[in-house]
């Protein structure tokens, strides 16, 4: 499953510019619904000092990943913070959750990619947490920045997924072994291009493998960033 950069839908608000690689909003692709339990990966810039004002979720997985700017956040349990590139940001909405996101800067844009994942648990207790990641760990190689469980690298999410990010020179390789029988993994290119399996992919590429264990990737371009999301195919 491959979905080309400029094959995504596009929104254009003026203030937002959102490139989505799954159906959202007024974008409606039926053969681009989810890959698995992932079901949103919107890919946003917001103009100085725009945002989304206050929203509510629920019964969903909500991951932020800022790679420009500063993005504040504010919600209904009176958390704020303000999230930047080396951070990574998670809500569970569970039973219900308000919150607002907003270019905490006014003389540039913030660009960030904003990611929904089925829960594998129905309504449970809102939470949020960030953590500011240690890049080192993504130097030629993959760094976990997602997973199941609260006592493991990065944040964690209701349902089995992982998540990872590496940064890769030129021509490196790595093979990614599947972390649950059954998942699939998605591969974003955020910078860069890479070959994963025989597929060529560029900047803003994205591509779905399943029913395999492990993959191939090499980076074929210098300051390669890639975002892996390993997650259930089944609902």
């Known amino acids: 499953m491959i979905h ?11 203030w937002l510019v959102s490139n989505h690689t799954f159906s959202f909003a007024n974008y409606h692709n039926p053969e681009r619904m989810h890959f698995g339990v992932l079901r949103v990966l919107n890919d946003d810039k917001v103009d100085g000092g725009r945002g989304f004002g206050t929203h509510p979720h629920d019964n969903m997985e909500i991951i932020s990943i800022p790679l420009e700017g500063d993005l504040e956040h504010k919600d209904s349990m009176e958390n704020s ?14 039973t219900g959750i308000m919150h607002s996101e907003f270019n905490k800067n006014s003389d540039q844009p913030v660009k960030f990619l904003q990611i929904w994942v089925y829960p594998n648990k129905r309504n449970v207790a809102p939470r949020y947490d960030q953590v500011t990641l240690d890049k080192t760990k993504s130097k030629n190689k993959f760094q976990q920045i997602l997973s199941p469980n609260a006592d493991d690298d990065g944040v964690w999410i209701h349902q089995d997924a992982w998540f990872h990010l590496g940064n890769f020179e030129n021509n490196i390789e790595t093979n990614y072994q599947i972390r649950k029988k059954g998942n699939g993994v998605y591969a974003f290119i955020i910078k860069g291009s890479a070959e994963i399996g025989d597929q060529k992919l560029e900047e803003r590429d994205g591509f779905g493998v399943w029913d395999i264990s492990d993959v191939k990737i090499k980076a074929t371009s210098e300051n390669t960033e890639i975002l892996l999301m390993d997650v259930p195919m089944t609902m």
């Not at 080309?4 to 003026?14: C, I, P, V, W």
């Not at 080396?86 to 909405?93: F, K, L, P, Y």
């Open 4 to 14: 080309k950069a400029d094959s995504r839908g596009k929104a254009d608000h003026g």
């Open 81 to 94: 913070a303000i999230i930047k590139s080396g951070d990574i940001q998670v809500m569970s909405a569970g």
